[in-house]
């Protein structure tokens, strides 16, 4: 082989041990450090909304006892009465553990959703508190949490709207504690929620 071969071969073997080295570090030392720095932040910021019980529903709001918190709307025709009848299957399984957990359901469609709507769509599950606010406090509050929404025109010239179907859960500090996605394993949902409240 030429010796221009070899240091061909040989720039190619550093350039491999190279990128070997650069995923390693993202896999090791970047990747978590930015994850850990995005969930630190969850529902950290200055939004002010309004709770159906007339409470201010704030960042503070998710400290002095475990919490979960979903994002949704009245007019959801499936996502959101779903996810409401697994929280209100949630609550049964955790049983007296359960009232340890406060649950917000925090509306995406403020202009349609008064504090009056929102009060009657969540009224039948034990222990969940509606919440709204003026558009520019819940767009404050969907960045807080890192919240997709967005308004979805229909044909009719109404709207609905496309969010994020994960319950965000919540330690007694605050800090966030993991989520549970839309329609997951009812055993595997529970369990998490028995760790938040510290259930065995």
Known sequence: MSKQGVTAIRIALWGLVFLALVALLWVRVIAPRLEQDVTASLGRGDYQLTATDGSTFTEDSLKGAPSAVFFGFTHCPEVCPTTLGDIATWQEGL?????????FFVTVD?????AEQLEQYV?????VLGVSGSREQMDKAIKAFRIYARQVPLDDGGYTMDHSAMVLLFDEGGDYAGLINYQEDYDRALGKLRALVGAS
């Open 95 to 103: 049983g007296e553990a359960g009232q340890e957990l406060r649950v």
């Open 110 to 114: 403020p202009e349609r959703d008064t």
């Open 123 to 127: 009224s039948w599950v034990p222990g």
